[in-house]
């Protein structure tokens, strides 16, 4: 049945069957209904705060997502118990914008992370008002919960995509360029020593001509992995800065110090292809300076880099500024 034949029976059906569409009343499970089809569909469930009592009720869908069996809430548990199902490190937060929602009787809207009995972690958006009860003393918070894990661990994804290089598993060059200048902007607070290193492969193009593209992603690769990172602490950050050439930088480090890392990059390096047309590499180091800008400092490194280059390669060179 081709195209237009489809729509000209869509026509008859429609024609012979209307659909009717009323304003007739649905029978008194239906509103229920709605609601338990909304929070399916949505992932979604609800809780209900006595603030006289201290207790909090669980739907089932929260139930299900606190990891609880079914119908452990349905006395309702109290409030301290469900604040251990908060991760330690948010519970501060959580507590104070809580109160803080109570006392003020504002809107509560926070995102927190829940560890279930089962150990695993779950990031909960939060939402909630006071809603007082007619002829009752008694003083409600009601809200809803949503989990968000799968929405935050795609949005960490996309952020590590954004600022990681595909190839090398190193930030990339924008990331890079960021971390210039917040560490430059720790150094300075801080009164704290900052070295960056520009680290070349010597020869890549060569291998790229000689061997193939795929041979020299896998160098870029194994340097990374096997050369450059076990040589660095985590304070340390590595991306790549462009083609075959590796920015380092070395908080709280001192030019010393961070020749002695170059050292043992550069031995590294040596022992990963010995023999005959081993791959090298240049390297140069530049000590951050307070009257600096993150640009100047980095093209004191690329200088240096480049004296290392032009004296031999599988050097290390300091810089030095040109004589007044």
């Not at 009720?57 to 452990?72: A, F, K, N, T, V």
């Not at 005959?276 to 640009?295: C, K, M, N």
């Amino acid at each position: 049945m081709d195209p237009v034949q489809q729509m000209e029976l869509g026509d008859r059906l429609m024609l012979h069957n209307p659909v009717r569409i009323t304003n007739t009343a649905c029978s008194g499970t239906c509103p229920q209904r709605k609601l338990d089809i909304l929070q399916q569909v949505a992932g979604i469930g609800f809780w209900e705060l006595d603030l006289k009592t201290g207790h909090v009720w669980l739907d089932g869908r929260l139930q299900e997502i606190y990891g609880l069996s079914p119908g452990e809430n349905n006395l309702g548990i109290e409030l301290r118990t469900w604040r251990k199902y908060v991760h330690p490190e948010d519970q501060p937060r959580v507590q104070q914008g809580f109160w803080r929602a109570a006392e003020l009787a504002l809107p509560w809207r926070l995102q927190f992370r829940a560890i279930r009995p089962d150990q695993q972690v779950r990031h909960i958006r939060s939402e909630g008002r006071l809603e007082p009860i007619p002829n009752d003393q008694s003083v409600y918070f009601v809200g809803f919960e949503e989990d968000v894990t799968d929405r935050v661990a795609l949005e960490q994804e996309l952020e590590r995509q954004a600022q990681q290089d595909g190839l090398t598993g190193t930030y990339n060059r924008r990331k890079m360029d960021n971390l210039l200048h917040q560490e430059r902007e720790r150094a300075i607070r801080y009164r704290q020593q900052l070295t960056a290193m520009l680290i070349d492969a010597d020869g890549f193009k060569a291998i790229n001509d000689n061997y193939g593209h795929e041979a020299g992603d896998e160098l870029l690769h194994d340097l990374v992995h096997c050369c450059f990172r076990p040589c660095l602490r985590t304070i340390d950050h590595l991306g790549r800065w462009g083609g075959d050439e590796f920015l380092v930088i070395l908080p709280e480090t001192s030019e010393e110090a961070a020749y002695h890392v170059a050292e043992r990059i550069r031995d590294q390096v040596e022992t990963l292809q010995p023999g005959p047309g081993a791959i090298t590499v240049s390297i140069g180091i530049s000590a951050y300076q307070p009257e600096e800008s993150p640009r100047d400092w980095l093209r004191s490194a690329d200088f240096a880099l480049y004296e290392a280059k032009r004296g031999g390669r599988n050097r290390i060179t300091r810089y030095r500024s040109p004589p007044a």
